[in-house]
């Protein structure tokens, strides 16, 4: 299997044929024939992977291979090449013309060669110790004045070494989780981890992000760098006026919500996912580890790790609606996404086609309340924001919570925070309001 350090999608352009059957048959046996196709074609499959390392850019690509006479041998190189593929279509089917000698050939043509690319790192790499000390230097950020992990720290090296040895020895276990709830806004359950498993969350982080963040497509924006809320919510805005052609044509949004997404993710299709594209077993042992130490269903909130995993897992969905469904227009944050066209028919047909994929390859389901299809003019609630062509509101539920706690607690670092926020919409009525609260509180 291929490790290639690429972007996720390589294509090539290769074109070859074979001499005639006749010729051959002079000079070779039937079996050196077969052989010989057999090095033509992995050499045609070495070439390619030189000119995917060589050029990071896309082309169109079509290869072409006229086999005189089709094999076993043959066919089983070709099995071997549509297992490392993503896409290919083969099209057998006889030429209809007649060559050297007299025998018509097959034609292969395979389309759309796309390899997938393979995590290159080793179990060695993540379990290192710089890779430990470095996760360490970013675990560490905004936690010194806690206390387990000032009780971690007061024996750091004697700790990151018994860690590196459980993980070399392959005796590493992860730990219990502390159960705690939370509201903001609405209730939820954080599960977190000893200081000791969160550091190892955080090298396998190191390792890991890097690689699959170049898998994901571009409109994908949570936890992930240069990312985030407020580039999603400019993106949407770039699509309404592309959609829209500048307000005048009516622009329909077709907004989902997945219904318990962590809790509902599957633990064996998440293995399998990540198997794709870490030929490495050891690194797949420890991530399965980690992945099923938490005994209830799906993933939990407050993991490092359980960020990454979602995105991969919801990796599947974004292919298959941008290469499959050919969306143009979408966007997904976490687990709500929305799809904006011209025509509501269309968005109609492929909502269908969504949740059935869903529920077949990935094991979720919809929201029942939280999908519709709606125009824009009438307002889309996206990301804490109800959304027209020209301007922006913040929703009302959002604009309540930010002044009661405003009310409560109005220090500094509250009022600065939500001003940031505040400063991304249509809200100068609002931002009058929070100046009243601090002038009421503070007199």
């Not at 060669?113 to 790499?125: F, R």
């Not at 502390?178 to 090298?203: G, M, T």
């Not at 919510?233 to 829209?244: D, H, L």
């Not at 020209?390 to 939500?418: C, F, P, Q, W």
């Amino acid at each position: 299997m291929l490790s290639i350090p690429a972007p996720r999608e390589m294509y090539c352009l290769l074109e070859t044929s074979f001499v005639s059957h006749k010729s051959w048959k002079k000079k070779r046996s039937e079996s050196s024939l077969s052989l010989a196709i057999s090095s033509k074609i992995i050499f045609l499959l070495s070439g390619a992977y030189t000119a995917f390392l060589n050029n990071s850019r896309r082309s169109k690509n079509k290869i072409s291979i006229l086999v005189p006479s089709p094999n076993r041998a043959v066919l089983s190189i070709l099995r071997c090449i549509s297992s490392h593929c993503l896409y290919v279509d083969f099209d057998c089917s006889k030429t209809g013309k007649s060559l050297g000698g007299g025998i018509r050939g097959i034609v292969i043509l395979i389309c759309i060669l796309t390899m997938k690319i393979q995590l290159v790192h080793k179990y060695e790499d993540l379990i290192s110790i710089d890779n430990l000390l470095s996760a360490w230097k970013e675990f560490i950020k905004g936690k010194r004045n806690k206390k387990d992990v000032q009780e971690f720290q007061f024996n750091l090296m004697d700790n990151i070494l018994s860690l590196h040895y459980d993980l070399k020895d392959y005796t590493y276990k992860h730990g219990e989780y502390e159960c705690f709830k939370i509201s903001d806004p609405k209730p939820r359950i954080i599960h977190k981890a000893s200081v000791r498993d969160r550091l190892l969350h955080h090298a396998v982080y190191r390792i890991l992000y890097p690689f699959f963040d170049k898998t994901f497509v571009p409109d994908s924006f949570s936890c992930r760098n240069n990312k985030g809320t407020h580039k999603a919510i400019n993106r949407f805005r770039e699509f309404v006026r592309i959609v829209s052609k500048n307000n005048t044509k009516t622009c329909w949004v077709l907004k989902c919500d997945i219904k318990k997404f962590f809790a509902s993710i599957d633990k064996d299709i998440l293995t399998n996912i990540l198997k794709k594209y870490i030929p490495d077993k050891d690194i797949i042992g420890l991530l399965e580890e980690i992945i099923f130490s938490f005994k209830s269903t799906g993933l939990p909130l407050g993991n490092l790790t359980s960020q990454l995993f979602s995105n991969i897992y919801l990796n599947e969905l974004d292919q298959f609606v941008k290469h499959k469904l050919k969306a143009k227009h979408y966007i997904r944050y976490a687990d709500d996404f929305v799809i904006l066209s011209r025509d509501k028919k269309w968005l109609e047909n492929i909502v269908l086609k969504i949740e059935e994929f869903l529920f077949n390859k990935l094991k979720l389901n919809f929201h029942p309340n939280k999908v519709f299809i709606k125009t824009l003019s009438s307002g889309v609630d996206f990301l804490g924001w109800v959304n027209f062509f020209d301007h922006r509101i913040l929703r009302r539920a959002t604009k309540r919570r930010m002044l009661g706690k405003l009310k409560n607690n109005s220090n500094r670092e509250t009022v600065n925070s939500y001003s940031g926020l505040l400063k991304h919409g249509n809200t100068l009525k609002i931002q009058n309001r929070v100046v009243g609260i601090i002038n009421d509180v503070t007199y």
